[in-house]
């Protein structure tokens, strides 16, 4: 009976079908321009703070490698999801194969999870920053930047190779329709016909440990720098220590409170259409949101744009010199 099951969860006949977000909606076609154009923004932003980063030595700090990675977490997050079900919406297709599936789920449990790790590593970059400057320089060297980094894109494999093949060995034997607009963890679960109360409190359990950790991190860290702020004198430092804080603050709000909402709030708080609300705000709005959080707000950020469009306008004109 196993090896039947597994065989229709992996057969090419048996494929999902996603319903998504468009089934939702009284327009579609204007809710696709919408999202493409938050798609194309969120790429863009993303892959140009990346640049900016790479490009300006001004910007080769702890602080600034950290929000590279996670503009690049941001387009690889978005880049999962949205073409997919764009691509889906304009061709009326709407199925997606257990394969294609199980490396969606893969991938997003994978980023999502390493940028949980992410926002508690820049927490700590930022505690460091502001309460002990004059050690910043030893405590987040080049070496402890690259192994934060790689601790943090571990975790979140870790997390992928756990949570993906125990929720995809589960027999699916009710409807094959995913009420969601791409293949998350709780809303394939649903279609599975055994028992998995077990495994949904193991992964309860998992999500809270993979929340708890670094909202521990950044709360400490968080109420460090506060006390931090209290005490300094110039009110310049103040105002600069705030901003890059709250900045940091916003996405992690944005971030977290929804992924709190998708793995930790009880069944009875969750409907499909609440589900692919919450998951349209932290899989394709904070990927556009988080480069304008970073760069409007940041000086030094908008001083390498500035430095940049000025180099395009000035080395035409020394040519036609």
């Known amino acids: 009976m196993e090896n039947s099951n597994w065989g229709t969860n992996h057969s090419g006949t048996s494929d999902f079908i996603l319903v998504g977000i468009f089934s939702?909606?009284?327009?579609?076609t204007l809710l696709g321009v919408v999202i493409f154009i938050?798609?194309?923004m969120a790429l863009t932003g993303n892959t140009l703070l990346i640049f900016l980063i790479h490009s300006d030595t001004h910007l080769h700090t702890p602080m600034y490698f950290f929000i590279s990675q996670l503009s690049l977490m941001d387009v690889m997050y978005i880049s999962v999801t949205v073409p997919k079900m764009l691509i889906d919406q304009v061709t009326g297709m709407s199925?997606?194969?257990?394969?294609?599936?199980?490396?969606?789920?893969?991938?997003?449990?994978?980023l999502a999870g390493s940028e949980f790790f992410f926002l508690a590593a820049?927490?700590?970059?930022?505690?460091?920053?502001?309460?002990?400057?004059?050690?910043?320089?030893?405590?987040?060297n080049h070496r402890v930047c690259l192994l934060l980094a790689s601790g943090c894109w571990f975790l979140g494999s870790v997390d992928g190779f756990m949570l993906t093949p125990i929720t995809m060995i589960f027999p699916f034997c009710r409807t094959r329709e995913i009420h969601h607009f791409f293949c998350e963890v709780p809303a394939v679960m649903k279609l599975s016909c055994s028992d998995t109360s077990l495994y949904e409190t193991l992964m309860y359990l998992c999500c809270v440990l993979m929340l708890l950790i670094p909202v521990t991190v950044i709360s400490s860290s968080y109420f460090f720098i506060?006390?931090?702020?209290?005490?300094?004198?110039?009110?310049e430092g103040r105002k600069k220590?705030?901003?890059?804080?709250?900045?940091?603050?916003t996405v992690v709000i944005l971030f977290y409170g929804a992924a709190v909402y998708t793995y930790m709030l009880p069944n009875s708080y969750h409907t499909p259409e609440k589900d692919m609300v919450?998951?349209?705000?932290?899989?394709?709005?904070?990927?556009?949101?988080n480069p304008l959080i970073y760069s409007l707000r940041n000086k030094d950020v908008m001083g390498a744009l500035k430095k940049m469009l000025n180099w395009r306008f000035i080395v035409p004109t020394m040519w036609q010199v």
């Open 95 to 110: 199925k997606i194969s257990v394969p294609e599936c199980t490396v969606q789920m893969f991938l997003y449990v994978t």
């Open 122 to 140: 820049m927490a700590y970059d930022r505690y460091v920053a502001i309460c002990h400057p004059l050690r910043y320089s030893v405590l987040m």
């Open 38 to 40: 938050v798609f194309l």
């Open 226 to 235: 506060l006390l931090t702020i209290h005490r300094m004198h110039s009110a």
């Open 278 to 289: 919450a998951s349209v705000f932290y899989t394709i709005l904070t990927p556009m949101l």
């Open 24 to 28: 939702q909606s009284k327009h579609p």
């Open 241 to 249: 220590a705030f901003a890059t804080c709250s900045s940091h603050m």
